[in-house]
């Protein structure tokens, strides 16, 4: 059994702030990425953090967030077995507390983000403070994620026009409040592509926030989001600053796009017909002189190139991370 939850993972975090490495949080929407990280993961050696938002688990239920769970839960539990590594799930970016409160009923995730972010300090504290009793009310062991300060861009149904820096007393106060396990923080970062956009990266205010949090004697990991935009010399420096959570999606969307289209583009004869041939999908397949090619336009040839891409793209990010030859969990 190598699906964790909150206890362990609390243990990884631990870990990750004594050692001054930190842990690559990838999103999945769907299996192929998800499968592609395990075996990265177990190549790296490194536990593996699987986040899934309310928008990827109510797209792979089939529009009903909580059977996505459910489904993607029994699938990530199987095949994680597979693996001698750590693997975990917490919910990126949740706003609902009804659906919270499902998830953990349900007792899958490992943690949960709660995203009050866009809501003044008071209500932030009251919604973030709220998660946090719905997880101690139950036996199992979920940690909470929650938000200060504000990330600009579009991460899945969550949309934020400004960026606005974390403030380190105001993050004491806080963490203090809420009692949240893990607190993110708004650094500079933005979410989804980040080129040509204003990033002013500032891990001196990580550093700060994490100060002050432990001046006041409270060893809250920090979570960075936005980070596929991020070079490794940044992220590293974000790692020397107290940050133990990296949040990645935009990174593994493109590579999934880019190698399907890889394929295609470099085999389009075998996908496509040629312009003098009729493009008449009923007729491809019987008494024809064009047919498509099956070792090509069969699903399993493309998803197993995108497993094999995540899984590269994920050990990189393991072993710039730190997390790689870590893993402390089988
Ligand atoms: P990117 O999409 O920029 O990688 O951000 C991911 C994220 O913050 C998920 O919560
Ligand atoms: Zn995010």
Redesign the pocket.
Known sequence: MTFYQGAELAEVYDEALDEGFGLIAS?IAEPNIMMGLMKGAERADSDLLI?M?NGACTFAGNGDAIDGLQAMGNYIELIADQYDIGVFLNM??QTDPDIIQRQIDLDIPSSIMIDASHESFEQNVEQSRRVVEMTESTDSEILVEAELGKIK?V?DEIVSEEAFYTDPEQAVEFVDRTGCDLLAISVGT???VAKGRNLEIRPDLAGDIRTALRDHGLDTPLVL?????LQPDQLQKMLQNGICKV?????YQYEYTRTAYDLYRDNDEAIVPSESTDDDRETFFNNVEWSPNKDYFDPRVVGRDIRERIADVYEDLANVAGSAGRSQLD
């Open positions: 999103n986040q938002s990126d970016h861009g991460e933005q979410h989804g989001h936005g980070a596929s935009g949040n990645k999606d935009t990174r």
